[in-house]
Each structure stands twice: as C-alpha cells, then as structure tokens.
C-alpha cells in the first residue's frame, strides 16, 4: 500500500498511549503533528530513530509540533521503551488489526532475509494544523530522520 498523498485529509484515529492515554488527532488540530510509523520497539534502527526524534524534541515542540512515534507493540512494550531511552513523546498502541498505520499506508508486505511478512514500513507522516497530509516520507533511514523532519518543519511558512 502507497502512503497517502500530500494535501488529502490524514485519516482520524484514536489510540492509547504508553501511559494509556488516550490520543486523538481530532484533539491536536492547530498543531502540526509528526506521526512516525516504526517496526518494534527496542530494536536497533527503531531505536536510533527514536532517539534522534529525542534529541531534536524540543526543537520539534518549539517549532509548534507534536511528535507521535506508532507500531504494533503493546503498551507495556511502549512504556519500557520510552523509560530506558528517555522519550518525551508519546508512543501509540496501533492495535492487533494495524488500523491506523494501513490507513496511512505504512502497513503492507515486506521482506526480510528472503522471507515475505506483513509488518509496519518505517516511514513518516507530517500532518499540518488543518489536519492535512503536509509530507511523506517512506522507508526512512533511522539515524538522522529527526533532523530531517526537523529541517523540513523550520522551512515551513
């Protein structure tokens, strides 16, 4: 599945968090949001990728956006995570049926070592206040991704 165009509405969703809350993009209207999609937590490029989005948090927050990182781990999992590596974002709980990251088309077939699966595609969603995809970017490289998101949303008007 492709991700979604530019300038179409970013589809709604309601998911708990690491904590169990609950968050709704409905609720964060007027911000931008950064909504990262990755495979599991804990794992090497998922974590090098959450720690760059980490490091460039508060960047992100003053520069009026809110990072949400989504994968198919339960909240236990996102909770651990989140303490060991001293995350201040929050991570989203996608559910059994991966609802949110297929409706953003970050969920499809993927391959690994010759082996076919279906799983999450690391990739990222930028939403803008309006509530419209503003950017995309698919298959992402972990390292310095934040920056990258970071640079995009400072050249924003």
Same mark, same amino acid.
């Given at each position: 599945?492709?991700?979604?165009?530019?300038? =179409?509405?970013?589809?709604? %969703?309601?998911?708990?968090? @690491?904590?169990?809350?609950? =968050?709704?993009?409905?609720?964060?209207?007027?911000?931008?949001? =950064?909504?990262? %999609?990755?495979?599991?937590?804990?794992?090497?490029?998922?974590?090098?990728?959450?720690?760059? %989005?980490?490091?460039?948090?508060?960047?992100?927050?003053?520069?009026?956006?809110?990072?949400?990182?989504?994968?198919?781990?339960? @909240?236990?999992?996102?909770?651990? %995570?989140?303490?060991?590596?001293?995350?201040?974002? @929050?991570?989203?709980?996608?559910?059994?049926?991966?609802?949110?990251?297929?409706?953003?088309?970050?969920?499809?077939?993927?391959?690994?070592?010759?082996?076919?699966?279906?799983?999450?595609?690391?990739?990222?969603?930028?939403?803008?206040?309006?509530?419209?995809?503003?950017?995309?970017?698919?298959? =992402?490289?972990?390292?310095?991704?934040?920056?990258?998101?970071?640079?995009?949303?400072?050249? @924003?008007?």
């Amino acid at each position: 599945m492709a991700m979604l165009e530019t300038g =179409v509405d970013a589809p709604a %969703f309601e998911l708990t968090d @690491q904590q169990g809350n609950l =968050v709704s993009l409905g609720a964060l209207r007027g911000k931008w949001v =950064v909504l990262y %999609f990755y495979p599991r937590d804990d794992t090497p490029g998922c974590t090098r990728e959450a720690c760059n %989005f980490r490091d460039n948090h508060a960047a992100l927050v003053d520069a009026g956006a809110i990072v949400l990182g989504l994968s198919p781990d339960k @909240q236990s999992a996102h909770a651990k %995570f989140a303490e060991k590596y001293d995350l201040r974002f @929050q991570l989203l709980v996608d559910g059994e049926d991966h609802a949110t990251a297929r409706a953003y088309g970050a969920w499809g077939l993927k391959k690994n070592y010759g082996k076919e699966y279906e799983g999450i595609t690391r990739s990222t969603v930028v939403i803008d206040p309006e509530g419209r995809i503003a950017k995309t970017w698919g298959r =992402v490289k972990p390292d310095a991704h934040g920056d990258e998101v970071l640079a995009w949303i400072r050249a @924003q008007p």
